[in-house]
């Protein structure tokens, strides 16, 4: 992102002082990953994408988002965007979001499905993918 912004430059949106704001969205996502995380730990079952969950973790930030540690990190890279203030950074932010639904969210959740049945299928159907 920050390297489109300056490679290839385009009408800023944002001036400051707003642009500042970006820090607090940034600040906001990575307190959301710690969160989540944490959680995780708690629970004892790994953050790790592609390792075997040993439990379901729904407290927390996983009451309203099934990936909060997602969500944290396009929250970051909102906060990115909005920080460097020009068009060009924002074309990242959605293309993100697809490239972690597609490669990573989407098997995660055929495991945690074949892993945890009924379960699983219960919460999903009570909480969104992303918010």
Do not use: C
Not at 70 to 89: I, K
């Amino acid at each position: 992102m920050v390297a489109l912004h300056f490679v290839a430059p385009a009408k800023q949106l944002v001036v400051m002082p707003w642009r500042l704001a970006g820090g607090l969205l940034m600040v906001a996502g990575l307190v959301l990953n710690v969160w989540a995380d944490r959680l995780f730990k708690d629970a004892g079952t790994t953050v790790k994408p592609f390792d075997p969950s040993t439990s379901l973790v729904h407290t927390g930030p996983f009451s309203f988002s099934r990936n909060p540690m997602y969500a944290g990190m396009l929250l970051a890279l909102a906060g990115l965007a909005l920080a460097l203030g020009s068009v060009v950074p924002w074309f990242i932010v959605p293309l993100f979001a697809w490239v972690i639904t597609r490669r990573f969210i989407v098997p995660e959740e055929r495991k945690l499905e074949a892993a945890f049945g009924s379960p699983y299928v219960a919460y999903k159907s009570k909480v969104r993918r992303w918010l």
